[in-house]
């Protein structure tokens, strides 16, 4: 079992910032991406940013320039600076990761979601 925690969500003014951590845990032998993707009510879940192993990364043309993904493989976790903030930016930010558990089987998890609001 691999768990998924994510923190750091929160309101925050336009043109704000916030930074969205999220730790993995468990039975884990190594991880290959992780990623954030964000849902709106009614709407399907998006990709926002992604990050392999060796630190590649690709993001939705949305954020690009405004939000950097990074990770720390010793600890397990990726974050995700978001900066100049837009309303349209509001949403359950979720955090997703790939890889191998100790018993050399595939994983895939998703975290339980940390909601971002931009408002005024």
């Known amino acids: 079992q691999v768990q998924l925690v994510e923190s750091g969500g929160g309101l925050v003014q336009p043109g704000g910032s916030l930074r969205l951590s999220c730790a993995a845990s468990?039975?884990?032998?190594?991880?290959?991406?992780m990623a954030w993707y964000r849902q709106d009510p009614g709407k399907q879940r998006e990709l926002v940013a992604r990050i392999w192993r060796d630190g590649a990364t690709n993001y939705a043309d949305s954020v690009k320039g405004r939000f950097t993904i990074s990770r720390d493989n010793a600890k397990n976790t990726v974050y995700l600076q978001m900066n100049s903030l837009k309303p349209e930016d509001t949403a359950l930010y979720y955090c997703n990761a790939d890889g191998t558990t100790t018993k050399l089987t595939y994983f895939g998890s998703w975290g339980q979601g940390t909601q971002v609001t931009v408002s005024s």
């Open positions: 468990g039975s884990i032998f190594s991880i290959n991406a």
